[in-house]
């Protein structure tokens, strides 16, 4: 990869993760009044309203609502709907470090299936990240026996679902616009989630609701955005792994905004994460 694209996909990477942390806010905020359905209705309504201004402002923008490839639009975001479903539905049946630990195995499934399916090279770079994020996200989360029960195996199928969304978006940038891919995105899955809405939740807006909803909004739609173009700029196999900060900068945030405390073994696990990426990059430069 040229240099100029490594340095584009960290970049886009980094708004994701920003963009992801500001969501995590927003539905923090918003969990004591509405559902998860609820709010990502919210989140997909907002997502088509604001792409079709764009595209009314932005002629350009149009053809992207006419997707070349409907069949794997409406596959990815089905798969991704019932991804979100069964972690939603495994945060229930397990203990949270335990569904984050099996989550994060998404990078070694992304980095098998990408090999067959978008026939990208596993570098020793990029196999060192994947390893070393792993060993860190196992240092963070710190699973236990707990991890060796039926309910596992609906999270690991969960972290095999957001492997194959992240090999269909990759497939898509190939063919789609990043307009088309976000705009089918919101409106393939607003009426999934609107099927889980039982009560005319719109009433219960408040104008203390105004900010977190203006960031579920705007921060769902600019991590898509972002996550979107850094798959564009970069092989599945490199970006997936650049998702394993998630973890440190959300326990960042949860010290930073709410006063949790923040465990030695996030800095341990995180310092293993970050080792890792550096020397995938340096690689990836050193190759370029």
């Not at 209705?41 to 350009?60: D, Q, S, Y």
């Not at 067959?116 to 196992?138: D, N, Q, S, Y």
Request: proline content about 5%; aromatic content about 10%.
């Amino acid at each position: 990869m040229p240099h100029r694209s490594i340095l584009a996909v960290v970049l886009w990477m980094s708004g994701a993760l920003f963009s992801f942390s500001a969501t995590a806010i927003a539905v923090r905020a918003l969990a004591s009044t509405f559902s998860i359905f609820e709010m990502l209705a919210v989140r997909n309504a907002a997502g088509v309203l604001i792409l079709l201004v764009l595209a009314l402002l932005k002629p350009e923008l149009r053809s992207g609502l006419k997707p070349r490839r409907f069949p794997l639009h409406l596959a990815r975001n089905v798969l991704h709907f019932l991804g979100t479903d069964g972690w939603a539905f495994g945060l229930t049946l397990l203990p949270l470090a335990t569904v984050f630990a099996i989550e994060f195995t998404t990078p070694a499934w992304v980095a098998l299936l990408a090999i067959p399916l978008l026939k990208e090279r596993m570098t020793r770079g990029r196999l060192v990240a994947i390893v070393l994020g792993f060993i860190g996200i196992l240092v963070i989360l710190r699973p236990g026996l707990e991890t060796l029960q039926p309910a596992s195996f609906l999270m690991l199928g969960v972290a095999f679902s957001f492997a194959l969304v992240a090999i269909m978006t990759k497939r898509l940038t190939m063919t789609e616009s990043t307009f088309s891919i976000l705009f089918f995105m919101n409106l393939l899955q607003l009426p999934m989630n609107l099927a889980g809405v039982s009560r005319a939740f719109w009433l219960e807006v408040q104008s203390s609701h105004a900010l977190a909803l203006v960031g579920i909004s705007v921060g769902g739609l600019l991590s898509h955005y972002c996550l979107t173009n850094a798959y564009r700029r970069g092989d599945a196999t490199m970006v997936v792994p650049l998702d394993f900060m998630r973890i440190p900068l959300i326990a960042f945030v949860g010290w930073q905004f709410y006063g949790e405390p923040l465990d030695p073994y996030v800095f341990l696990g995180s310092g293993i994460i970050i080792m890792g990426l550096l020397y995938s990059l340096h690689r990836e430069a050193k190759s370029a």
